[in-house]
Structure formats: C-alpha cells, structure tokens
C-alpha cells in the first residue's frame, strides 16, 4: 500500500493509493479522530488532494498528522489546481521527516502543472484553515504569479483569516526549468 491510515475512532486502519483517496475517506467520516497518515510509498496525485475542516459534512477529526515511513518519498501530480488543499482544515501537520521524528528531509512534495492562468500551488490554505504546520518537506511546484504561490494562503470566509500555521525546516523551489 502507498498510504496508510490510522484513526482513533471509525474505521481504525485502511490502505489508499493515494493521498487524496486516504482525504476522501477522512472527509466522508470513515476515519474519525486523532489520525495519522503514513506514506509507505510514492503516490501520483490525479487530482486535489482535498480536505475539509472537521465538521464540514461527515469530517468530524481532531487532528491529522501525515509522514513518510521511508526516505525519499514523493506525493507529485500534474494538477491545474492545488496538490493538497487545505480547505478549513485544522491541526494538520505535514511531517517530512522519517516516521515523523528527526530533521531529516524525507518527503517532496511537487505540482508538476505549468498551466498560466494561476491557481496551481503545491499547498493552499484556503476558508479558514489555522493551526496547520509543515515541516522537514522539500515542497516544489511552478506557480510563479505574484498572486498565487508553491504555498499559496488564500481567501477565507470563516472571518478569522488562514492563521497560525507555520511552515519551517521546509525547502520551497520552482524548477530551474519549466516541467
């Protein structure tokens, strides 16, 4: 399996594919909880990987926390729109190094899309996602317009804004030449 989930409450361990197959499950309350995501394997993103603020439909989570079990590990995709999308999301911590401990640089994560109207960051913080961290990552991608970002902290309609999240130890980069 590439990804493993584990949660307190719900369906306790299941497999995916894909990071945004173990997302999907999360948001229709399969898996509830403290959750942790283990990425056993490199995974091709064909789509957002999209997660919802807890509380949102089904997601009813307490916090996330997503980490390679292997060195060099990589969550890629060629996606118009963002790789991980944060969409409310709370307490999510994305962990690149090994099994979640050290100050190793284990996992990229990179948006390979080169599309020129905007809009395809790597990692967006969008409606009111706080409290989310990304550490020890190497985070790629090739959305260059002043408007949009590799890490993009978008618009909010939840009135507190995208706040406290914090990205460190983290190595962000556009490619030296286009994907």
């Keep these: 399996p590439n990804v493993?989930?584990?949660?307190?409450?719900?369906?306790?361990?299941?497999?995916?594919?894909t990071v945004k197959e173990a997302y999907?499950?999360?948001?229709?309350?399969t898996h509830q909880g403290e959750i942790n995501i283990k990425i056993h394997k490199n995974t091709t993103e064909t789509a957002s990987a999209k997660l919802n603020s807890s509380g949102s439909g089904s997601a009813n989570y307490a916090s996330i926390n997503m980490y390679p079990t292997k060195t060099g590990l990589t969550i890629t995709g060629n996606?118009?729109?963002?790789?991980?999308?944060?969409?409310?999301?709370?307490n999510v911590?994305?962990?690149?190094?090994?099994?979640g401990n050290g100050a190793s640089r284990e996992l990229s994560i990179i948006?390979?899309?080169?599309?020129?109207?905007?809009?395809?960051?790597?990692?967006?913080?969008?409606?009111?996602?706080?409290?989310?961290?990304?550490k020890?990552?190497?985070?790629?991608?090739s959305e260059s317009r002043?408007?949009?970002g590799v890490i993009f902290f978008s618009s909010s309609n939840s009135g507190s804004g995208n706040s406290n999240n914090t990205v460190s130890y983290t190595h962000l980069t556009l490619p030296t030449t286009p994907y």
């Design 111 to 134: 948006n390979t899309s080169t599309v020129s109207y905007g809009g395809n960051s790597t990692i967006r913080f969008i409606n009111g996602a706080t409290n989310n961290t990304i």
């Design 79 to 90: 996606i118009p729109a963002p790789l991980i999308d944060l969409d409310g999301a709370d």
């Design 93 to 99: 911590t994305i962990n690149g190094s090994l099994n």
């Design 24 to 29: 999907d499950k999360i948001n229709d309350g």
């Design 136 to 141: 020890y990552c190497t985070i790629k991608g």
């Design 4 to 17: 493993e989930v584990n949660a307190s409450i719900g369906n306790s361990l299941a497999y995916y594919a």
């Design 146 to 148: 002043t408007d949009y």
